[in-house]
């Protein structure tokens, strides 16, 4: 139960400032790795739940995520007895795609915004915003300004010591109009090994793709985003047998859109020097541009599977792409079903089979 949680002195005066916050506030929460942010939101939502009748999580830590799966912004009402954030059922989930901000900033943003939408379409009493521990450079501050921006908050608490948060904090403040409280963190706090954050989100990451199976969803049916394929008209076969030929190159699909030209490998990288012969199919095509890509690269990608109305059925992996076939075969458990997907967000990371991170997809590289 509520009574039943031991906050650290250093805490007691944010959860009293919680207490004293606007009706509807927004709470953004800020600070390194390992200052207890996400401990601090577990203790302050099972108090709050059991002194107002509705209080929600947003959890925009997309590398822990502790709401949905890693790699997603999710939303949650809080409980009185949820003694993890792990425990409270997900309102919403938004995919981004990736566990490190930096690659997915935009993506970061947009969902942080989906979710503060849920929560004061839901009413809440109070917003708890727990964000990641990336605060550090310009690209951080950067992106802890914009996500405050959307969440427009009552009340920002700094975690941490003054030099390492002071100067993020005001400026977060500044962009919001937001009152500022830094909590010190307490010594019982401590920091968590990187391997231990490792096997944490490929627990979770496996558990999100437990029970998957594939399944093949038909290109014309579903839209892409975050990737070439699909952006252009296809060009007819003999066209790209006819540029396989002149690249010297065993292409196996292509699309034009706007003047630029794609064409696909089935697998492999594209041969070295390859542009000095690609005059002739620019000209024949009239492209201002002209790319090589491999499908190869896709295998592996992280995927967001939504339907209709743009809601997320399931996180997925990608097995491979035809698009000679116009298939596309993803590893997914449900509730995602060729039926029921029609819209694919292609992440910024590979993974291996058992859900751990093989690698990043580079900027162009699908």
Known sequence: MADAVTVPDEWLPGIDALRKAPEGAAIFLLGGVDRG????????????????????????????SEIGPPGTVGVARARADAERLTD???????????????????????????????????KANRILVDTSGFVSGPVARRLKVAKAQVVAPSLILGFGAQAEIGGLLSAVSNATGAKTLRLETPAAVGRKLTALRTTRR??????????????????????LVGATLGAGEPLPPELIRWSAKVLRMPLAYGESADGLLTLFLRDGVPRRDWEVDAEPVSAHFKAKSVRVLSLGSYVGAYLGLHDTRGQLLSVARCIGLDPVRDVLTVFAPPPATPERVRLVSFGRVRLNEDGSQHSDIRPGEI
């Open 37 to 64: 942010k996400t401990t601090f939101t577990t203790h302050a939502a099972r108090i709050l739940a059991a002194e107002f009748e509705r209080v929600a999580v947003v959890d925009c830590d997309i590398g822990q």
């Open 88 to 122: 409270l059922k997900p309102a919403g989930i938004y995919f981004v795609g990736a566990f490190s901000p930096a690659q997915v900033a935009l993506e970061t943003v947009t969902a942080t915004a989906e979710a503060i939408a849920r929560a004061r379409i839901a």
């Open 202 to 223: 490929l627990t979770r990451l496996a558990r999100a793709l437990e029970n998957g199976r594939e399944i093949d969803l038909p290109l014309r049916e579903v839209s």
